[in-house]
């Protein structure tokens, strides 16, 4: 299935906004701040509490395939990769570096198990821990993502 690189931004934002806010952070920790490229947030997030950042880059755009139409017109189908990151940051204290963890690990898990209504699709899902900053521990959630789109 073709997908614009708009629609597939907007179908992994909502992946990460669904899956994290509704599915499983809940369960985890309450309550949780989220931040996502080019969208305002009014409201800052105090540094004491458990804050997700997402954003993702595009690497490359490959012609794959010529695709022939039932008109007879050929188009072409370009895959796109790149990486989503989702950003965990807990405040410093034991307990919140185990559910900062436990948050990562959700993550990760749910970028393994999932692919888009419009076939976007995840792999080499890993979590890397960032160096502590004076408020937060840190983790960033790294996975590759492909989708394809037809133009022409």
Same mark, same amino acid.
């Given at each position: 299935?073709?997908?614009?690189?708009?629609?597939?931004?907007?179908?992994?934002?909502?992946?990460?906004?669904?899956?994290?806010?509704?599915?499983? /952070?809940?369960?985890?920790?309450?309550?949780?701040?989220?931040?996502?490229?080019?969208?305002?947030?009014?409201?800052?997030?105090?540094?004491?509490?458990?804050? /997700?950042?997402?954003?993702?880059?595009?690497?490359?755009?490959?012609?794959?395939?010529?695709?022939?139409?039932?008109?007879? %017109?050929?188009?072409?189908?370009?895959?796109?990769?790149?990486?989503?990151?989702?950003?965990?940051?807990?405040?410093?204290?034991?307990?919140?570096?185990?559910?900062?963890?436990?948050?990562? %690990?959700?993550?990760?898990?749910?970028?393994?198990?999932?692919?888009?209504?419009?076939?976007?699709?995840?792999?080499?899902?890993?979590?890397?821990?960032?160096?502590?900053?004076?408020?937060?521990?840190?983790?960033?959630?790294?996975?590759?993502?492909?989708?394809?789109?037809?133009?022409?």
């Amino acid at each position: 299935m073709s997908v614009t690189y708009t629609d597939a931004r907007a179908e992994m934002y909502g992946l990460v906004k669904t899956e994290m806010l509704v599915a499983c /952070v809940p369960t985890i920790v309450g309550s949780l701040g989220f931040r996502f490229k080019g969208e305002p947030n009014p409201n800052p997030i105090p540094s004491d509490s458990f804050t /997700v950042r997402t954003s993702i880059k595009t690497v490359t755009g490959t012609l794959s395939a010529h695709v022939t139409s039932d008109d007879g %017109q050929s188009k072409k189908q370009f895959t796109a990769t790149g990486l989503i990151f989702i950003s965990i940051f807990a405040p410093l204290n034991k307990n919140d570096y185990i559910k900062g963890g436990n948050i990562a %690990q959700a993550a990760k898990t749910m970028l393994e198990l999932s692919e888009t209504s419009r076939n976007v699709w995840f792999r080499n899902v890993r979590i890397n821990e960032l160096d502590d900053e004076d408020s937060n521990y840190g983790w960033n959630v790294v996975g590759e993502f492909t989708y394809d789109t037809i133009n022409g």
